[in-house]
């Protein structure tokens, strides 16, 4: 997998979990991979994917059951959006704004893009 050198790999990691999470790959309660799995799966040092688990478990997003493994939490998906939520609004807002300012867009054609894109979100789900 390729990273970008904009954010540290484990908040990229975390990113990437978080999203699974609420796009309903991963599930309440259910058990994620392990350490070593995850860390083959993404081609990092397992230290990397501990830090990320460290990180969602500070967050209540999952939690480690001794001997067991990580799972989400029962309110993993609530946690995880408000974690996306806030790193969105602090983030990648900022830059979007600075985006269009730069390149003076207009906010309606913004909105009709976006009504546009919602539109065939909707449908490819409905497929």
Known sequence: ME??????????IAQIICEKILRG???????????????????????T????????????????????????TPDGHKKATEYKKQNFLNT?????FKTVALLNLDF?????????YLADLKNKTNE
């Open 3 to 12: 990273f970008n050198n904009t954010q540290s790999i484990y908040l990229q």
């Open 25 to 47: 790959v991963l599930k309440p309660e259910e058990r994620i991979p392990s350490v070593r799995d995850l860390a083959v799966e993404l081609e990092v040092n397992p230290n």
């Open 49 to 72: 994917i501990l830090r990320t688990y460290e990180f969602l478990v500070s967050l209540d997003i999952i939690s480690n059951k001794r001997g067991i493994g990580y799972f989400v």
């Open 92 to 96: 990648e807002l900022p830059e979007l």
């Open 108 to 116: 309606n054609e913004l909105k009709e893009k976006y009504t546009l």
